[in-house]
């Protein structure tokens, strides 16, 4: 992109947002929709900002794009933010849920939005062959350079789980923070089956819709939540059999906990 439409672009994305604080979301979307004609690609994020504001329709999932370049400019500082800043727990808890309801070892583990490695971490002791995969090449290396992986890809989660050639199938899956990028799951969870071996073990964790009948929105926080009887259908749908749900606190943010769902299933 030319600098003079990047300067361009720039301003027209800063010019939304501030009109979004201001809560001025009628100017906020038609800025938006600005930004959106000078990036069709969205590598700001403006489809799910217009969906967080209720003026616009919500999206499949997050643009590609978006999330790329989010953990791009965040890797190096990924773990203290989110960690530190925003209490985020959710591989430790999923290895003591492992430990409870569908106890290892898992000979082959499959990490889709590994990031730097943190449920490498959290599951290094049930798991031996780990593969990991992230839209952001920032954050695979920082994951390479921890060593906890014998296989790491720059991708995109579903696309992998839909297209993967020539490997065995894995035993153990998990999609720790994925699903709030994510507001379709037929494709991930269709996918995740593809790839799992004979009663396999699927876990991952998404943020609460509390909206009886729904199954999707994006949250205030420009985050997918999910209804849990949206995930139990898909998951059926999929071939998997739910084996243990567990409500958690995902994160929080600005001190406010957000709650959701830690999910463990079962290729059937």
């Known amino acids: 992109m030319a600098k003079a439409r990047e300067d361009e672009l720039a301003d027209a994305y800063n010019s939304a947002l501030a009109l979004e604080k201001a809560g001025r979301l009628d100017e906020a979307a038609e800025a938006y929709a600005r930004v959106l004609a000078l990036d069709p690609e969205d590598h700001g994020g403006a489809a799910v900002r217009l969906a967080s504001m209720g003026r616009g329709d919500v999206p499949l999932r997050a643009p590609e794009a978006y999330v790329e370049t989010l953990f791009d400019q965040h890797a190096d500082a990924f773990e203290d933010i989110l960690v530190d800043q925003l209490g985020y727990h959710v591989p430790l808890i999923l290895n003591e849920a492992l430990k409870e309801h569908a106890p290892g070892p898992y000979a082959r583990m499959l990490d889709l939005g590994c990031g730097t490695g943190l449920a490498g971490v959290a599951l290094s002791e049930s798991t031996h062959h780990r593969t990991g995969i992230d839209l952001s090449a920032n954050m695979i290396d920082i994951a390479g350079e921890n060593d906890l992986y014998d296989e790491l890809y720059v991708g995109d989660a579903v696309a992998f789980v839909e297209e993967i050639e020539d490997e065995a199938p894995w035993d153990l899956i998990v999609a720790t923070d994925v699903l709030p ?88």
């Open 181 to 268: 990028y994510l507001g379709d799951v037929q494709a991930l969870f269709s996918g995740a089956r593809r790839v799992s071996a004979p009663e396999a073990v699927f876990a991952f964790s998404t943020e609460l819709l509390d909206a009886p009948g729904g199954t999707y929105a994006v949250g205030p926080h420009q985050r997918f939540h999910h209804a849990l009887a949206y995930l139990e259908r898909e998951l059926a749908s999929a071939g998997f059999g739910m084996v243990h749900v567990r409500d958690i606190t995902v994160r929080h943010e600005e001190g406010v906990p957000q709650p959701g769902h830690l999910v463990i299933a079962r290729s059937v």
